[in-house]
């Protein structure tokens, strides 16, 4: 995934933010953790969707708020999907037994990392998302 790092994009549309989707979905790897950063309707969700198209899951991604993760196992590597917005710190991450999957051959897509930042693995793919300049477009910060 190094290569995705030290970007900053304009999606202009939503069609651009799956292009970034299916994008990082090629370069994922088992074990790869994905953190994103952003505001409510940013495109977090919207995001994984696209990065779970890429892997060929054939499920309809909804947002994990109040399971706090689901799973996904029909594509390329297994996805967990995680929304950690009503936990509030990584540690309660780790009390739900997320630490198996953060540890896995599975790939984790985390909204609202920031949240449990303490408890992920420095090397994981942060993708910071803003509103852009009209109603469709978005600021992507990849570090
Ligand atoms: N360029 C874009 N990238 C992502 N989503 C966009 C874009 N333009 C418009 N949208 C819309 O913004 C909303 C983002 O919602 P969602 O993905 O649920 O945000 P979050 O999970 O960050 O709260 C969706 O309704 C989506 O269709
Ligand atoms: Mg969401």
Redesign the pocket.
Known sequence: MKHLQNRKLR????E??RALGLEIADALEPGDIIA?I??????????T?YIAEGLGIKEEIS?PTFTIVKEYRSGRLPLYHFDVYRLGSGEELLDIGAEDMLDGDGVCVI?WADIAADVLPADSLVVK?DY?DS????FAEIL
Do not use: I, M, V
């Open positions: 999606l202009n549309s939503e651009e933010t994103l952003g505001d409510l309707g940013t495109g977090k969700t919207a995001l969707k947002s909204e998302l852009g109603d469709d477009s978005r």
